[in-house]
Every structure is written in C-alpha cells, then in structure tokens.
C-alpha cells in the first residue's frame, strides 16, 4: 500500500469552505489571518498589543489591509518563554475579545490556544469562530494515548499529549473549524501526524480540519527548509493548509538579520507556500500578505475582487 493510500484511509475528502458559527468562508482564494497579541511578550516585540486603544487598532489595521481572519492569542509560545497561567490568558483574551467584538462585530475571529477551557470560553463568551492549536504532541505518538505511558516521554510531553486530546473532544463539542499544528520533525512524520489526528478527530465528529506543519515548532532551521521544500506533499490529505513562517528565525536566524529586517524574506517563503498549496497565510504584515495572494491568484486565474 502506498503512502497516498494510507492517507485517504484516514482522511476523508473535504471541500475548502470553513463554516464559521454560520457563515461560509471560501478557501477558493487564500485568505490572510493577521495576528493580534495580547500578550507582553511575543516573539517579534512590534506584535505586541496591550492596552484596549492598541488592540482595537490593531484589529482595524488587519481588516482594512484585507485580512479575512483575526488570530488573537494571549500566551506567548516563543521558546524558552514561560507560559502564561489559564487565569492570566483568559483575562487577557476576554479583554481583548470584547475589545474585537466591540469594534468588528462581523469579523472572522481566531483564537490561538492550546487549553481546552479557554477554547471553551472564546467560543461560548464571545462567538469565537476558528481554534487555532499549537499544543501538538512533542515528538510522541498520538496512538500512545491508547497504551501505557512511555518512559522516554518527559511528564511535560505526556501531559500534552492528553492536552492533546481534552481539546480534540473540546472543538468537536463546541463545533467550530478547528487548526492542527503539527511539531514533527520531518515532512513524512508531519504528514503522519496529521493523518492520525485527523482520523481520530473525525471519530469524534469534528468537521471542519486545517492543517499546519508547524513551522518554527520541533525543527531545526534546516528541517523547517526541508519540510517547506516538501510542502505540496500537504495535498495528499485533502484539507486546507495554513502556513506560518512570519519573521520567524527560519528567516531572521538563516539570513543573519534582525526580526524588524525579516518582512522581505517573509513575503518570499509566503509566495512560494502559496504554489505549493497553501489556503491560508497567518501573518504580522497583513498588507504584504494581501499582496502576495493577489498576484498569486491573478497567475493561477483565481478571482479576484
């Protein structure tokens, strides 16, 4: 059996349209998500949104630069950062989250988030329409879940691969679209990965899946390269794909430049995710983005409004 038969007994097609608490966003043309931080300690410092005056400007600058989809997370997943509590993320997101709401009733909000609760409180508070997760399992098998705990395992990785599933059950639940990071090192175990956790999200109920190969997260600067390289083998699945490589080391680190100098390199590893398939573009410069889709769609015939 092949690995492209292996996948679609896993993965049942689906078409590209997100259900978002009622409204049908189309994936016919890439969509930008922009993202807005609560948080005073993201990766790249400018991202940083505090104070409601900076979040509702931030909110307004996504929408007006033609982004379609608003990721607002509270808890810095930088590494080496220290985690916010539950009770910290969740009151930054409430306050930020009724600041959006406030200013952009209509807009498409995502949150980013690996905790089930606060999922549960995004959506059932303030209509949250996309769960974005970046809580994958760290070098570890789902279907370890199913046996006895593995000795290799830190109790941190356990724990998040029981995280793992408590948000599985959570977005099944709550019915939202859900996003997938995958932290696998390399594209074949990102691929695996993806195919079992969208077999086992499936068996829950869950509908709406998109796929992340997690750039930046569990690799090297050469693997993220070699799973980029690879990354039309993401089709083979036949789920929308969200790519996010915004001013990340793979870029700043690989070209010896600051994260303020980043925002070149970034447009070029976005133009080329999107001929390699790429539905979905999550991003800080949301102008540049928009542009990029543009031209990309206006070469592949797409529509273009």
């Known amino acids: 059996m092949t690995n492209y038969e292996l996948f679609r007994i896993f993965v049942p097609a689906m078409e590209y349209t997100l259900n978002c608490n009622g409204r049908l966003l189309s994936l016919d043309t890439p969509q930008v998500m922009g993202i807005l931080n609560a948080t005073p300690d993201s990766f790249y410092a400018a991202s940083r949104q505090q104070t409601e005056g900076q979040i509702a400007a931030r909110a307004h600058q996504i929408v007006e630069e033609g982004g379609t989809i608003i990721d607002v997370g509270a ?40 905790r089930p609760d606060v999922a549960r409180m995004a959506v059932e508070e303030y209509g949250a329409d996309i769960i974005n997760d970046v809580g ?23 724990s998040m691969v029981h995280g793992q599933f408590d948000m599985f059950r959570m977005v099944s639940r709550l019915g939202v679209p859900y996003i997938y990071m995958s932290r696998q090192a390399t594209m074949r175990e990102v691929l695996l990965d993806c195919a079992k956790a969208v077999d086992r999200l499936r068996s829950m109920g869950q509908k709406d899946i ?43 680190k690989f070209l010896r430049i600051s994260q303020d100098e980043a925002l070149n390199g970034t447009v070029v590893l976005n133009t080329i995710a999107l001929t390699k398939g790429a539905d979905i573009l999550r991003v800080h410069d949301v102008y540049e983005a928009v542009e990029a889709v543009r031209i990309y769609a206006k070469l592949s015939n797409s529509k273009i409004e």
């Open 136 to 158: 994958g399992p760290v070098n570890c098998k789902l279907s370890m879940v199913n046996g006895p705990r593995n000795a290799t395992l830190s109790p941190r990785e356990w």
């Open 210 to 252: 998109i796929l992340d190969p997690g750039f930046g997260f569990g690799k090297t600067l050469e693997q993220n390269y070699a799973v980029m390289l690879e990354l039309e083998r993401m089709q083979m699945l036949h789920l929308p794909l969200l790519v996010g490589v915004s001013r990340k080391s793979m870029i700043h």
């Open 75 to 114: 808890c810095s997943t930088r590494p080496d950062s220290e985690p916010a509590s539950e009770a910290e993320e969740m009151e930054r997101l409430r306050m930020a989250l009724s600041v959006v709401r406030r200013e952009l009733p209509d807009a498409i909000i995502s949150v980013d988030t690996y």
